[in-house]
């Protein structure tokens, strides 16, 4: 479990006509195991704050802390061991590489962290596909599988390393509403027995209300909104 602290934080981007507030005095707490969702319009900057959490990306200025950690003021190398070890990424386009199986999927992050042995890194890529109901595929490539196993085969990917952060970034936004609302319950299931924070990015109120708060981003701004 981590916890999430961003204070005064600010994103701008400078254009050849001047600069543009992309995020403007944002101001979150998000407690160990929490399971929040962030909403707002296309533009108003949700992944751009979701991927300033993730360590992708930092702000003009203001403090972003993991724990105890201000990930605003150490160095690239550090947020890369960051991501790698403590949080996991659920994209809207799965990013799985066709030229790896779902297996191999799954277990890259453990073999880019180099903490297990093959042979371990197998058991666990196993357990994290039968946890979500793809173990009997796990030799397959993911072009063979619909978009619902693989979103499922990217949830497993993303506890790769058991990470005490989840950061899904509108992970229904390319299934239909059966299969959204399967996958959620996959990632609502994950963080409540496993107790990882967890934090979603939707436009979509329905995929929202899965979470336990939502917050509205709009103009830069950061609203919490009633459920």
């Known amino acids: 479990m981590v916890k999430i602290t961003i204070e005064k934080l600010h994103k701008y981007m400078e254009t050849p006509s001047g600069t543009i507030k992309i995020l403007e005095n944002i101001n979150l ?40 950690v201000d990930v605003t003021e150490v160095a690239e190398n550090v947020r890369e ?6 949080i996991g990424f659920i994209f ?7 030229t790896l199986n779902v297996l191999e999927n799954v277990t890259l992050p453990m073999q880019l962290l180099g903490a297990l042995s093959p042979a371990e890194r197998e058991s666990r890529g196993l357990g994290l596909l039968r946890l979500v109901g793809l173990e009997e595929r796990a030799q397959e490539r993911p072009s063979n599988l619909s978009g619902g196993q693989q979103q499922r085969i990217a949830i497993a990917r993303a506890m790769a390393n058991a990470p005490g952060l989840i950061l899904a970034d509108e992970p229904t936004g390319n299934l239909d509403a059966k299969t959204g609302k399967e996958i959620m319950e996959v990632i609502r299931s994950i963080s409540e027995n496993q107790g990882i924070t967890t934090i979603l990015v939707t436009h979509d109120p329905k995929i ?7 917050y509205y981003l709009v103009d830069g701004k950061i609203h919490q909104t009633v459920l």
Do not use: W
């Not at 998000?30 to 707002?40: N, T, Y």
């Not at 809207?92 to 066709?98: D, E, F, T």
């Not at 929202?208 to 939502?214: D, E, I, L, M, Y």
């Open 29 to 68: 707490e998000v407690g160990k195991g929490d399971f929040i969702a962030i909403m707002g319009p296309s533009g108003a900057g949700k992944s751009t704050l979701l991927y300033m959490i993730g360590c992708l990306d930092v702000p003009t200025f203001g403090h972003l802390y993991l724990d105890e």
């Open 81 to 86: 061991k960051i991501r790698l070890k403590h």
């Open 92 to 98: 809207q386009n799965y990013h799985l590489l066709p």
């Open 208 to 214: 929202a209300s899965s979470a336990q708060k939502n």
